[in-house]
């Protein structure tokens, strides 16, 4: 669903003064031992090349600790809610011991959020990466690459052609109770969970809809229901895009199936169109995202579910900075790539995942009855799971960081410059894995 980036190897035309003084015997004040003659100054270079390499590597690790205590509070908080279920849809906690249970928990990870840091410099707030500033209603920043450009005042300009919509399929016959003493059951199959409710001895209209959408409920099938005004079914998936379609299907009667007995195709979702600072982007449910090799955005993730009056409105501006630390990628320390790690506060986690309940992130979650449990669930595991997988591509990119000191150390990197490296990036066909993991440990 996401796709970002937030490492990437670049050219620098001119290094800055703390970088130039770095180089050959330039810098005052250097260690004596390497001030001394037979010390070469492309071996000093190689010398600075590797402290800031270890330096790397200490700071991914200390960030990965953060993470770490951060996905602990977050587990913690998953277990309580999965553990309240009683099978029944029901809980004899009070609802304002399980709310100041969990807001305990969010301060915790506020806290591990704000403690996490190295040499002074935090790493889980956006200090290490980007930090944003959003004017616009249902306008919200989601992350940026390591290659988003900081932005000018008002910002970078948001256009939307194409507002995001999820796929949804309306019944065919009206909703009557003749029709409904006649069915026998309703089938809906979202491609990976598929369920059928067997209606019910004295079946009314408003008992239909209030049973289909308890099981849709019961069963983590993220698909909700309602009787539209004309008295009939309509089905509508809960996520945005293109890519949460659903079947229907009614086994004796038009209720739903056009054939009875065959499952029907909802109409598809609509991802998101528009720009970002006029550059091109590309859609995914309600996420756009700025395209490769753009000067402004590449990478840069945005989420806009509202509406719009006309095609290429501008919803709103996001003002950007750009936080990233620099790395060297070769031996001389004239290439370097960009260490940017996204903030983790809980205001950014679940950001975009659709809900019943209407959540807008980790810190709006509130339980007031059976939905907002469930919802609360699924939003606490979506970021656990989000949490994991940065967790592995920082694995990835320290041990790219200790290769390359020990290539240093033997002699053997390459002076050429290195190719950036794809990591810390969660592809589309990750946030999908992502989607599929949270299916089986909801189910």
């Known amino acids: 669903m996401i796709s970002y980036n937030n490492q990437c190897a670049f050219k620098l035309d001119e290094l800055d003064e703390r970088l130039k003084g770095k180089q050959g015997g330039e810098q005052d004040g250097l260690d004596p031992l390497l001030d001394m003659k037979y010390v070469s100054s492309v071996n000093q270079g190689r010398f600075e090349t590797i402290g800031q390499l270890e330096t790397g590597v200490s700071l991914i690790q ?77 306008l919200k920043f989601i992350r940026g ?46 491609g990976t969970l598929k369920l059928r409710y067997r209606l019910k001895k004295g079946e009314t209209p408003e008992s239909l809809v209030v049973n289909l959408k308890k099981i849709l409920l019961d069963q983590n099938l993220d698909v909700d229901v309602f009787r539209t005004r004309d008295n009939r079914l309509f089905f509508r998936h809960n996520q945005l895009g293109s890519k949460n379609n659903f079947k229907v299907m009614s086994e004796s009667t038009s209720l739903v199936s056009k054939n009875p007995g065959e499952f029907e195709s909802s109409i598809p ?95 709006s979650i509130e339980i007031v009855n059976e939905a907002s449990r469930k919802d609360a669930l699924k939003m606490t595991l979506w970021s656990v799971v989000y949490l994991d997988y940065l967790n592995k591509e920082l694995k990835l990119k320290e041990n790219d960081y200790t290769d390359r000191t020990i ?11 290195a190719e950036c490296k794809e990591n810390l990036c969660l592809s589309s066909e990750k946030a999908g894995e992502m989607v599929e993991q949270i299916k089986k440990m909801l189910g």
């Open 62 to 138: 200390a960030a990965q600790k953060g993470i770490e205590k951060i996905t602990f509070w977050l587990q913690e908080i998953g277990h309580f809610l999965n553990d309240m279920d009683d099978g029944k849809g029901s809980t004899v906690i009070p609802k304002s011991v399980i709310n100041k249970y969990i807001g305990d928990r969010l301060v915790m990870i506020e806290d591990a959020v704000n403690n996490a840091s190295f040499q002074n410099r935090k790493l889980l707030n956006g200090d290490c990466g980007i930090r944003a500033e959003v004017n616009g209603e249902s």
């Open 145 to 190: 690459s390591a290659r988003v450009a900081s932005s000018g005042e008002p910002g970078y300009a948001v256009a939307i052609y194409q507002v995001p919509r999820p796929s949804m399929y309306t019944g065919v016959s009206p909703l009557t109770q003749e029709e409904i003493d006649r069915e026998q059951s309703i089938g809906i199959d979202d």
């Open 269 to 363: 979702g609509i991802d998101i169109a528009g720009t970002i600072d006029s550059e091109s982007a590309h859609g995914d449910g309600g996420f756009l995202i700025g395209d490769r090799n753009n000067k402004h955005t590449d990478g840069l993730v945005l989420f806009y579910d509202g509406d719009i009056e006309y095609p290429g409105q501008i919803v709103g501006y996001v003002r950007l900075s750009q936080n990233g630390i620099t790395v060297p990628i070769d031996p001389a320390g004239t290439n370097v790539e960009m260490l940017s790690i996204p903030s983790v506060d809980p205001k950014y986690l679940a950001v975009g995942l659709t809900t019943m309940s209407g959540f807008s992130d980790l810190t």
């Open 407 to 417: 290539q240093l150390l033997r002699g053997s990197m390459s002076t050429s410059p």
